[in-house]
């Protein structure tokens, strides 16, 4: 019986959820073109996925790409929460707050706009200007 559990996400761009992760300081690894990683999971048992983010010793998270193109994260979350205290939501909430960041201040550099400004809120929005010259 498998304890792998898949979580959907609204993540298409696997190179800004590399700087998210990168920012939060979790180590990962990416499989070679057609090629797959293995994600550990409870007592030795594995799933293949495009990249495995190494939350523990024991249990990983695999990134997973659906037909659309949307990111699929697949663990034991159990394993998860119990080896590095953070839930399957916690999780998903962190990294996607990284990823929003970084997908923004991609899209800001490829429409040719200069960030003014940046400024964390008391509740941990980000105000961001940008400025453009015509």
Do not use: C, P
Not at 82 to 111: A, N
Request: hydrophobic share 35%; charged share 30%.
């Amino acid at each position: 019986m498998s304890h792998f559990t898949t979580v959907e996400t609204k993540i298409k761009d696997l190179v800004a959820l590399k700087r998210a992760l990168k920012e939060l300081n979790i180590t990962f690894s990416e499989a070679e073109q057609g090629e797959q990683v293995f994600v550990k999971g409870y007592q030795g048992q594995t799933t293949e996925a495009v990249m495995s983010i190494h939350i523990s010793k024991s249990y990983d998270i695999g990134v997973k790409v659906d037909d659309k193109g949307n990111v699929q994260f697949v663990s034991d979350w159990w394993g998860v929460e119990t080896t590095r205290g953070w839930s399957e939501e916690e999780f998903v909430k962190k990294v996607t707050r990284k990823y929003s960041y970084h997908k923004v201040m991609q899209e800001i550099q490829d429409r040719g706009y200069t960030l003014d400004s940046e400024e964390v809120k008391d509740d941990q929005t980000v105000q961001i200007r940008v400025r453009t010259w015509s």
